[in-house]
């Protein structure tokens, strides 16, 4: 769980200041590397590195600026703080088999969802050359965007706004920021949904990574292998027809989840006395 007097009791009772810092300094150097990827397909300008470096480049926009607030902010122990949640991995092994078949798991059942609805024979796909799987999850960890992202929205941003709000919602102002994070993406590369839907499946998404911070102490690691294991699944199933399906699923998942910590809480509380 998060601490809320870790940020209270340290300057201003509100962070918004830093937060607010922290998506102008991501957005910008993201989007910089990104739009000018466009910019330069377009013909109005020459790019100092590949379209491909770029474009890798421009991930580790929330990496950077998690690391410059975290050193101007000493909310939640600062930089150290930061650098302690990204290698805190003394958390129950059943989570890390959540963080890392949760994503294909979901992804397989909503292919298969999709298959049925459509009159189609269901065969469950797979991950394929299980000899490559490993090899291809650490190279999706360190340049694929879990690294340049969850320091930055798991580490920095949603603790923060923990210590302000609930869960709830919490989880959806930080899914709003990372869906529009990536909106240059729908210029510069193939996305297979449009963005609204991207939205949509997004915030529950969101959600369930804040569960899974809940649950492990604000364990950065545990977001990147959650995120990790959802972009390396996202490559290797055949999921794009099955994009409402799967976003149908995120919501049914993150409503169970919600269900459950709701009644669990609600177990939590005491008893009043007669």
């Given at each position: ?95 890390f088999l959540v963080v890392l078949l949760l994503p294909p798991a979901c ?21 394929g050359n299980s000899a490559t799987l490993l090899p291809h999850l650490l ?60 939205v949509v499946g997004v915030l529950p998404l969101t959600y369930l990574f ?65």
């Open positions: 769980m998060f601490d809320s007097n870790a940020v209270n009791n340290q300057h201003s009772p509100l962070p918004w200041s830093s937060l607010l810092g922290f998506c102008a300094l991501a957005f910008a150097f993201t989007w910089t590397c990104w739009l000018s990827i466009g910019l330069a397909r377009a013909g109005w300008m020459q790019l100092p590195l590949s379209q491909e470096r770029l474009a890798t480049l421009g991930q580790f926009g929330p990496l950077i600026a998690a690391v410059v607030f975290s050193l101007r902010d000493g909310r939640l122990g600062g930089l150290r703080g930061l650098i302690g949640r990204c290698l805190h991995w003394r958390v129950h092994p059943l989570w992804l397989i059942g909503a292919i298969c969802i999709h298959d049925w609805r459509h009159g189609k024979t269901i065969v469950l796909p797979t991950l190279l999706t960890l360190f340049t694929g965007g879990p690294l340049g992202e969850e320091p930055g929205w798991r580490g920095f941003v949603l603790p923060r706004l923990r210590a302000i709000w609930h869960p709830i919602p919490a989880s959806l102002l930080l899914g709003v920021i990372w869906a529009l994070w990536h909106l240059p993406l729908w210029w510069i590369a193939d996305v297979p949904a449009p963005f609204w839907l991207y804040t569960a899974v911070a809940e649950h492990t102490g604000g364990s950065v690691l545990l977001a990147l292998l959650f995120h990790a294991s959802l972009n390396t699944s996202l490559a290797r199933l055949p999921f794009q027809p099955a994009w409402v399906e799967w976003t149908a699923l995120l919501w049914v998942v993150a409503i169970a989840v919600g269900a459950f910590e709701l009644q669990k809480r609600r177990r939590e509380l005491p008893i009043p006395s007669p």
